[in-house]
């Protein structure tokens, strides 16, 4: 059968438009923008390259890994506060402070290498309970874990090499700084934590956010009354979430059924690098008295299981407490918030003074 070449014409035309149509679809897909939406309230359109990244599995994962860790999942049950928001609102902050491409990418990924349940791995792998204060399991293996997972091959599409992601050794000061300074890391998480616990309101959070400024090496705010909102956050935290003895006793009941479950063959090490419903799905099934018993503690975090025998041991949370910078508009001088605020100074160095002081935890014995 012969086409005419008026058919033939319009043959050729119809091809060539629906590889053009394919050819414009992958484009558009390969060059789309992400929309990353805060906590705060502000909404950032990623660029392509991040958005290959924020796509990587090692990501991904992270939207299953809660921050808050256990009480997440039992005892106070929090509400949701993933590692992938709190990386991606990082990102939000590097992005206000001008940070360069490869401290924007080494911010995105610095949680990637959280075990589930967030601090919890701090726990497991401690041979004392207050070794994961000194000791971060997470920052210890970050690169380690990063490589394994694959990511330098995307790493060099974007002129970036695999040193690059090195917090230690990169002077990232715009995202990592030594307590009691700021940081983009430090400022979300306790921003978000904040508005989550309802210690502050997301409107708050976004005069907070919109009055930060980096310079010079520094964060710091023009407004002390915002320094202050924003500074009350990290104290109260310190002490009655993050180094709170309720929080204290539930992260070592939960890394000991963690444990139990490894050694069982309940879990397995790789398992602690899935995401936090996958192992809490086999936990919850298993009829493994320590399992079960440590979960029930987790439960009753505030109250003795009767009839159980308990271990008594001291510990000293990580003083969590931040003394941000504040501009002086006269002299343009950056003074910490315990210089210009008597009450915060009291209050700031009541909670220092309480963790080195520590408490003493109820431990299940074994």
């Excluded at 949701?80 to 001008?98: E, I, M, N, P, Y």
């Excluded at 060099?156 to 700021?182: C, H, I, W």
């Excluded at 940081?183 to 989550?196: E, K, L």
């Excluded at 090496?217 to 935290?237: E, H, P, Q």
Aim: include cysteine.
């Amino acid at each position: 059968m012969c086409l005419s070449i008026s058919k033939l014409k319009q043959l050729i035309w119809l091809a060539f438009m629906v590889a053009l149509l394919v050819g414009a679809s992958i484009y558009l897909h390969l060059h789309s923008k992400q929309t990353i939406e805060t906590i705060w309230g502000e909404s950032y359109d990623c660029e392509e390259a991040l958005v290959t990244i924020m796509n990587t599995g090692v990501m991904q994962r992270l939207k299953g890994i809660d921050q808050s860790g256990p009480p997440r999942y039992v005892g106070p049950r929090l509400p949701v506060f993933s590692r992938f928001d709190h990386s991606v609102g990082v990102l939000v902050l590097l992005k206000k402070a001008k940070a360069l491409f490869k401290e924007q990418v080494a911010g995105l990924l610095h949680d990637s290498s959280h075990t589930v349940f967030s601090h919890v791995g701090d726990y497991i792998f401690a041979k004392d309970i207050n070794d994961n204060v000194k000791e971060s399991y997470q920052d210890k293996n970050h690169l380690s874990h990063l490589q394994k997972a694959g990511i330098e091959a995307v790493l060099t599409k974007f002129g970036m090499s695999f040193n690059d992601l090195d917090l230690e050794n990169a002077g990232y000061v715009r995202l990592e700084q030594p307590l009691p300074n700021m940081c983009a890391d430090r400022i979300q998480y306790n921003i978000h934590t904040g508005v989550i616990l309802r210690l502050i309101s997301k409107d708050d959070a976004a005069a907070i956010v919109s009055d930060l400024k980096f310079e010079d090496g520094d964060w710091y705010f023009s407004r002390k009354d915002l320094a202050k909102k924003f500074a009350d956050v990290s104290l109260y935290c310190t002490q009655n979430f993050w180094g709170a003895k309720w929080n204290t006793s539930m992260n070592i009941h939960f890394s000991a059924a963690l444990r139990r479950a490894l050694a069982i063959g309940l879990i397995r090490m790789e398992d602690l690098f899935a995401t936090d419903d996958v192992v809490m799905a086999k936990l919850v099934k298993t009829d493994d008295g320590i399992v079960n018993t440590n979960l029930k503690q987790c439960e009753k975090y505030n109250e003795k299981i009767p009839g159980r025998k308990y271990d008594v041991k001291k510990f000293t949370p990580k003083f969590r407490g931040i003394d941000p910078w504040v501009k002086n508009a006269k002299s343009g001088k950056l003074e910490r918030l315990t210089a210009l605020d008597p009450m915060f100074e009291s209050q700031y160095h009541a909670v220092k003074k309480w963790c080195s002081d520590g408490f003493e935890v109820a431990i299940l014995a074994s």
